[in-house]
């Protein structure tokens, strides 16, 4: 058993507890419990303007009571206060208007196509030549392996891109290996792998990294951009209707990386509302600021529960449009980084879990 020092009082599941500290709930003295020396010690801080400290060590305290112990404190520190609760809900629902506004409304499509002329722009050309001249030097000024356009497609050949594995963010590991192999490698518009040797192989690994990032930034900089991440994936394993209504849709700009930017717009509002909420608490706890302070479990709940609103709003209104238009284009509106996210926080919240059950 364990007692508080000061009052003597027994020290159990009774304890009020909050984030790292526990209180005597008789002397209302605070102490903090140290979890991997398997003890509490004098906490040096001052909790409810109490100034006065006692020390509770470990005398003949059986493993599974320090154990219970642990487990309430990190309960206590998992639970939402009343304002954690209000920042999920603001978070959640300015994410949730984002991202209406961005997939289901086209609000930026006027932003869009104003970027669109900026990218053809002449200081945006000779950029994107500089990049590709850079890129090519380590082939002898041969073009890069994916840019192999003999092949046929639905449209014209300035959405090759699209086609290409190794134009695809997702699949930049397999866009690299072509660059050192000097082999392209992607699909057609009926469904045929495609191979072909195509420029140089470039010997240096890290030169072949240099030279791919140095092409994908230039081709991010196109009217069109880079495929939407994982695109092509749906280009090779799926049908010849997929294949046209992708290409269809990257060749009207409706479906590419640049409209991946715009949907992570939403989840990069919950990060600051979420992580500035972690920082302040953090600062009035501890009167100093920690901008790792949303790593702790319960602002990644916090995270997990704002982005399933977010990802709940988008399906839900995703999935009623396609029903009610039987318009599968609709599923182009389907915000996948805020799926990820969701996904992302669910597994980390499992694994905690997990790990605390076992413990």
């Known amino acids: 058993?364990?007692?508080?020092?000061?009052?003597?009082?027994?020290i159990t599941e009774s304890f009020i507890a909050c984030r790292h500290f526990s209180v005597c709930p008789k002397s209302k003295l605070t102490a903090y419990f140290i979890s991997d020396k398997k003890e509490i010690i004098e906490c040096n801080c001052k909790l409810d303007k109490f100034d006065l400290f006692f020390n509770v060590y470990k005398k003949n305290v059986d493993p599974n009571t320090l154990k219970r112990l642990k487990n309430i404190q990190e309960n206590e520190d998992e639970k939402w206060t009343a304002a954690d609760k209000t920042a999920v809900f603001t978070a959640g629902i300015l994410g949730v208007f984002l991202d209406t506004l961005i997939t289901q409304l086209n609000i930026l499509k006027p932003l869009d196509k104003h970027i669109s002329?900026?990218?053809k722009s002449k200081k945006i050309n000779k950029f994107k030549d500089l990049l590709d001249t850079f890129s090519n030097s380590f082939r002898k000024g041969s073009s890069i392996p994916i840019d192999y356009q003999d092949f046929e497609k639905y449209g014209p050949q300035s959405i090759h891109a699209q086609y290409s594995f190794g134009h695809d963010p997702i699949r930049f590991v397999e866009g690299i290996i072509q660059?050192?192999?000097?082999?392209?490698?992607?699909?057609?518009k009926f469904g045929n792998i495609k191979k072909s040797i195509f420029g140089l192989p470039i010997d240096s690994i890290f030169q072949a990294v240099i030279s791919y990032v140095a092409h994908m930034i230039s081709d991010f900089c196109n009217v069109n951009s880079l495929p939407y991440p994982g695109s092509t994936f749906l280009m090779e394993f799926g049908s010849d209707k997929i294949r046209k209504d992708i290409s269809n849709a990257f060749r009207a700009q409706l479906y590419n990386s640049r409209i991946f930017v715009y949907q992570n717009l939403p989840c990069f509002l919950i990060n600051i509302v979420i992580y500035s909420w972690a920082i302040y608490n953090s600062y009035i706890d501890n009167k100093k600021i920690d901008l790792f302070a949303a790593n702790d479990f319960k602002y990644q709940t916090m995270l997990l529960a704002s982005n399933a609103m977010v990802m709940t709003s988008n399906v839900t209104i995703t999935g009623i449009r396609t029903i009610v238009t039987q318009n599968p284009h609709n599923l182009f509106r389907l915000n996948f980084p805020a799926i990820g996210n969701?996904?992302?926080?669910?597994?980390?919240?499992i694994k905690h879990k997990m790990a605390a059950h076992s413990a």
């Open 342 to 349: 969701t996904i992302k926080y669910t597994i980390k919240y």
């Open 1 to 10: 058993m364990i007692h508080c020092n000061y009052c003597n009082k027994l």
């Open 117 to 119: 002329k900026i990218m």
């Open 179 to 188: 660059t050192i192999n000097g082999e392209y490698r992607g699909i057609d």
